[in-house]
């Protein structure tokens, strides 16, 4: 085999303008796992079973199904089965914030279960109400113990997003594809593409690592 690399047949514009779509999809689909996961770790723990169970349901179904079925099933049977027709970039973000909220939404349940009833207590002596001690005691200290997780997941579906360049949406790995095509380059390409995932991956998790320890330290 007379394969000789030729890294000069990178072109890198379309590999960056796929890389802001990449970055579009996982900050909104993180926004949406962030924020929605919290209320749905809540009504997982409700008392309540008709609305426990159906949440328990949406959690399962998307942390026990593969990524890249519900971003086909967005995709293509939203539109079929609901008559509603989103653009592709639209679906893609559901798609994965969905799927990202499933998996926050059972950090923030351990999160939860772990704030200490005293905080609670001092909240019901304050004279707050149930809502209020939800936002200003359960939340931001459910948020602030979850971070590690909720960073980690946040780089999975960093990663999971090139499964959007199946149904044509042009992120980083679609335009890799493309350009691969168009070249006959793809060593080079996808290399080059995977580097790129990795200089923004490498970092978070190296900021994961940190957390982790720095709350090992405060809590030994």
Excluded: H
């Amino acid at each position: 085999m007379n394969y000789s690399l030729d890294f000069g047949a990178v072109s890198f514009p379309p590999l960056l303008d796929g890389l802001v779509v990449t970055l579009q999809l996982t900050a909104v689909a993180n926004l949406i796992g962030i924020f929605f996961g919290f209320p749905l770790a809540l009504l997982i723990m409700s008392r309540f079973a008709a609305v426990r169970l159906p949440a328990m349901l949406f959690v399962e179904f998307f942390r026990c199904t593969p990524a890249i079925v519900q971003i086909v099933w967005f995709f293509y049977c939203v539109p079929m089965l609901f008559d509603v027709f989103l653009g592709s970039i639209t679906m893609g973000i559901l798609a994965l914030g969905f799927n990202l909220m499933a998996f926050n939404a059972e950090a923030y349940r351990a999160a939860i279960q772990a704030v200490p009833r005293e905080q609670l207590d001092a909240g019901i002596a304050l004279g707050l109400n149930p809502l209020q001690r939800v936002l200003y005691i359960v939340f931001p200290t459910a948020l602030r113990a979850s971070i590690p997780v909720l960073l980690t997941n946040g780089i999975v579906i960093f990663q999971q997003s090139a499964l959007v360049a199946i149904v044509a949406v042009q992120d980083l790995m679609y335009e890799a594809k493309t350009l691969a095509t168009e070249t006959y380059r793809p060593i080079e390409i996808f290399t080059v593409a995977a580097l790129i995932y990795f200089a923004i991956s490498f970092p978070v998790s190296q900021i994961v690592s940190y957390l982790e320890r720095r709350r090992q330290l405060v809590t030994s």
